[in-house]
């Protein structure tokens, strides 16, 4: 099975976590495969 691949921006680390913490990465078959401060680091 084929899972979608997520990445995280936004400047404020509570944020990230927030968005990391609030979703059920299991039933939204997501992996997150990075973070970033801000859209231009990968």
Request: aromatic content about 2%.
């Amino acid at each position: 099975m084929n899972r979608w691949k997520m990445i995280i921006a936004d400047d404020e680390m509570i944020i990230r976590e927030g968005i990391r913490d609030s979703i059920d990465l299991n039933r939204m078959e997501l992996d997150i495969v990075a973070e970033a401060e801000d859209g231009r680091k990968h």
